[in-house]
């Protein structure tokens, strides 16, 4: 039982670099985010889907691209990294049922 | 400007004593809210949650209070133990969708 999985799970980048985080899901969610976790900030929403084609701002989508193409897959891009955006970053997915998101282990971004 | 508020950044507890983790949130058209626990190096995981026509929900160890006309809610775990020690976090949903909204989180440590 995969869960969520993202890849990779560390990464580092130079200024201008450009990146995909990856994100799969095998729980046939409709439902698919992403977050990162800064020092003294939480978690915040950077994008999210509510379906295959669909895919909307969270609270802070500057700098960072989405697209979903298939339920499975939630694909982060960072077109030209930023320190930034160092980070760590978390996709989630979930059900109808609010009590049924699960988040992948993270994956770590260092921009130099 | 943060929706969700955690001002306890961390607590102690003895082992055996309640845990008392609170939050605060601004957003009244928050609907449900929900606690999260991460242990380093892994996503978070949910933990119990609560619905606003509700003001307590209990899950063994594990109670949420809300109070809406004040806009807090806490988590009570009791009696705590050592394996609680994680940092937890506070989320929050509006009416529509599952992207959440989190607090900056609290990081409880039992000491045995």
């Not at chain 2, 937890?88 to 949903?93: E, G, I, L, Q």
Request: charged residues 15%; proline residues 5%; hydrophobic residues 35%.
């Amino acid at each position: 039982n995969a869960g969520v999985t993202q890849t990779p799970k560390f990464q580092v980048l130079k200024t201008g670099q450009s990146m995909t985080l990856q994100c799969a899901q095998d729980m046939n969610h409709e439902y698919m985010s992403w977050y990162r976790q800064d020092p003294g900030m939480g978690l915040r929403l950077i994008h999210y889907s509510v379906g295959a084609g669909i895919t909307d701002q969270g609270e802070v989508p500057n700098g960072y691209n989405v697209s979903r193409s298939t339920t499975e897959d939630f694909p982060l891009r960072l077109l030209s990294a930023a320190p930034s955006q160092t980070s760590v970053y978390f996709c989630a997915s979930g059900g109808i049922n609010r009590d049924s998101v699960f988040f992948g282990e993270g994956s770590r971004l260092t921009v130099l | 400007d943060q929706q969700v508020k955690q001002n306890s950044p961390s607590l102690s507890v003895q082992e055996g004593r309640i845990s008392i983790l609170n939050c605060d949130y601004t957003n009244s058209m928050f609907d449900y809210f929900l606690w999260y626990k991460k242990y380093p190096a892994e996503g978070p995981t949910f933990l119990i949650s609560i619905s606003s026509i509700k003001d307590k929900n209990e899950d063994g160890r594990f109670t949420v209070f809300l109070n809406k006309s004040a806009k807090h809610l806490s988590l009570h775990i009791v009696p705590s133990q050592p394996g609680d020690s994680a940092v937890y976090f506070c989320a929050a949903s509006e009416v529509v969708g599952n992207q959440f909204y989190f607090g900056t989180g609290t990081s409880l440590t039992v000491i045995p």
